[in-house]
């Protein structure tokens, strides 16, 4: 069983054999290495027993013995291409990971000035605000935001207004395995407030007024239902954000 570590994009849990973050979708670079690594031990294996194909193929006849070597060895080398292709476009957009002092330096900054704005914009509870800076920071800029005193809240504000946009979905007949997915774990998420108390007093009414109903409603939980996860998602700490989205999998099914 692999353990846990912090998502430096997002901040939740992600194991640390996970190639990407199941709720931001940052790349782990550890989890990512690992499968590369693994993958290419495969291919060395499997090259390897091609290497005793050459004598049992020949005896077959030069020409098909050549083929069948040519062929396997092609096959991997297109599969190793593809995967290296795959992890590179996978990283290009990510956040990064600051290495040099420059980087370091620029990031460092970035957050000082992202701190102060997200610091007004909690002021006056502008909730879209916080997003776009939470979003600019990781999607536009690719700086993290870890840290900042209001950083759950700023999350908590993204996944916010994704859940606006993609409530009209519940007006659909059949939804989709993603969408069901999408609604079910942020309603979960508010549910159980896992964007601490930092911005209690901003979403604890969102989530009373305008998520429970949602939850009870077209998702079809109960608050008994709610309350017996409450113990799979929780910690004394407070929300794992894993944890919900496990019980997110196994449950958004719930519609009707």
């Not at 049992?56 to 593809?82: D, E, F, N, P, Y």
């Not at 290009?92 to 992202?114: C, G, H, I, N, Q």
């Amino acid at each position: 069983m692999s353990e846990l570590k912090i998502c430096p994009n997002c901040g939740g849990e992600v194991g640390s054999d996970a190639v990407k973050c199941p709720y931001c979708g940052y790349i782990n670079i550890e989890g990512a290495e690992n499968k590369y690594f693994n993958d290419l031990n495969e291919i060395r294996d499997d090259l390897a027993s091609v290497e005793k194909e050459p004598v049992k193929a020949l005896k077959k006849g030069l020409s098909k013995g050549t083929r069948v070597i040519l062929i396997t060895v092609s096959i991997l080398l297109v599969l190793s291409a593809l995967f290296a292709a795959r992890l590179a476009y996978e990283l290009k957009d990510k956040p990064k990971v600051f290495l040099t002092a420059e980087d370091e330096a620029y990031a460092s900054a970035y957050r000082a000035v992202a701190e102060k704005q997200m610091a007004a914009a909690y002021e006056s509870k502008d909730i879209a605000q916080m997003a776009q800076i939470y979003d600019k920071a990781y999607s536009q800029d690719r700086v993290s935001l870890w840290g900042d005193p209001h950083y759950e809240t700023g999350y908590a504000s993204s996944c916010y207004m994704k859940l606006k946009q993609c409530l009209p979905n519940l007006d659909k007949d059949k939804l989709t395995k993603h969408e069901a997915e999408e609604i079910t774990y942020y309603c979960f998420y508010f549910y159980y407030r896992a964007y601490g108390s930092d911005g209690a007093e901003i979403f604890d009414p969102l989530r009373d007024d305008e998520i429970l109903p949602i939850i009870t409603g077209r998702l079809g939980f109960s608050i008994e239902d709610m309350e017996s996860f409450r113990d799979r998602v929780t910690v004394p700490e407070g929300v794992v954000r894993s944890k919900v989205y496990k019980i997110v999998k196994k449950n958004y099914k719930n519609y009707h």
